[in-house]
DNA sequence: AGGCTAATGTCAGTCGCTGACAGTTGACAA
DNA sequence: TTGTCAACTGTCAGCGACTGACATTAGCCT
């Protein structure tokens, strides 16, 4: 059925790489990024150096490896969002959605709590943070143009979907970044900072820029 | 008088650092941050890769040096606009006025459109795109602050700057893609795209949350 | 069993970057 | 002018991230 063995031969490869993460994840967050080597990262998981980078292309990638995987699952959350939902409406609910689904998603590779403190040092390291920020803009560019499409905008021209992202994403960062500053590093904790700060984005950007829903009204 | 000869030593410490400053970017932009190595820097100004390292930390550093200057320009310029403007108005005005001032400021050390191919440089190279964000998002940090204050709001509660910030910045991280993708590459194309694109914005948060200008005013 | 091929290991080399030590050269006083 | 000091620079050795080339191992399939 859907269980799909694969073989012997995909199984190891999906174990090692699961390896990989969570060794160089845990390394990372104990003694920090840049004091951990690839080298110990590969060692700890009996491969060579040479193995790890042919997993990942760079020491940064596995840092961001859980990430991509949330990444993924907020993008599906967006898109099932009924269309009647506005354009914040819509990015605020898929990110609770995506909340609640992460669990099960992630604790199949990591420890949950290790995802949040991988969250924790990502903010906290100067060359990740970096990574992060040229990541976020590349996802917002997606989410631009998601919202684009919902709204039946022209997702080039028009700059409001990009404002409207951009803002949010703003928003979204500086919860985490709030979060990040106190002491609870739950899920639950996160959930309600950005709950508590998104509320402030609504009435913000609630303008009501959408074409006419229906012809013939005035 | 002002002329600050400030000795000899100074004179060609300084020499130093703008040539390499220069070649640099000559070198970045005419065949790629990657393919440049910090030696053929090094060697084209005829000092020791050592020697570069002492007057830039990284070769990251010396891809922004003069992004450092422009920012530098623009925080005076906003710190100088009258507290009438509301938000959105003194970050706009301000970025302009800083067009004004910024041919004399970069002229000084490379040819302006020099700098101008830098930026899209930047703009086209990850890793540098990535610092780019991080100083970003360093910058609104900044912003934040200044306009919080210019408002009387709670810098550190109050979301509603950070949020007017990052959706600023984010139309002007916009405004500036949009530029590199366009053939043109003056400062008076930049310019248009910006005043287009952030004309925009305002009609979008130009909401009104300033505390009660004058006190008995219902 | 045996051949094919994906996965891995080994080795050498490049490039960014750093610490330590030594040599050179302006600055400044005697 | 001369000598001393401090700043500036060069050289060398070494670490860590990353890559290409080639040899080796080990699932997979007939």
């Given at each position: ?117 991988s969250y924790l040092m990502i903010e906290s390291t100067p060359v990740l943070l970096a990574a992060h920020m040229r990541r976020s803009a590349e996802s917002e ?78």
């Open positions: 059925m859907t269980v799909e063995t694969t073989g012997l031969r995909a199984r190891r490869k999906r174990r090692t790489r699961d390896a990989l993460v969570r060794v160089a994840l845990e390394l990372f967050t104990g003694q920090g990024y840049e004091r951990t080597t690839v080298d110990e990262i590969a060692e700890a998981v009996e491969v060579s150096q040479r193995t790890f980078f042919r997993y990942f292309s760079s020491k940064e990638e596995v840092a961001f490896a859980v990430q991509d995987l949330m990444e993924s699952h907020y993008l599906a959350a967006l898109r099932e969002r009924p269309a009647c939902e506005g354009p914040i409406e819509a990015l605020t609910a898929a990110v609770f959605a995506a909340w609640d689904t992460v669990e099960e998603a992630v604790s199949a590779i990591i420890p949950i709590d290790l995802h949040m403190r560019e997606l989410l631009a143009g998601l919202i684009a499409r919902r709204e039946g905008l022209d997702p080039v021209r028009d700059p409001r979907p990009r404002v409207a992202v951009a803002a949010f994403g703003g928003v979204m960062r500086a919860a985490g970044r709030q979060w990040g500053q106190g002491g609870d590093a739950s899920v639950e904790a996160i959930r309600t900072i950005t709950e508590e700060w998104l509320a402030h984005l609504g009435p913000a950007l609630a303008a009501d820029w959408r074409p006419p829903p229906t012809p013939g009204n005035a």
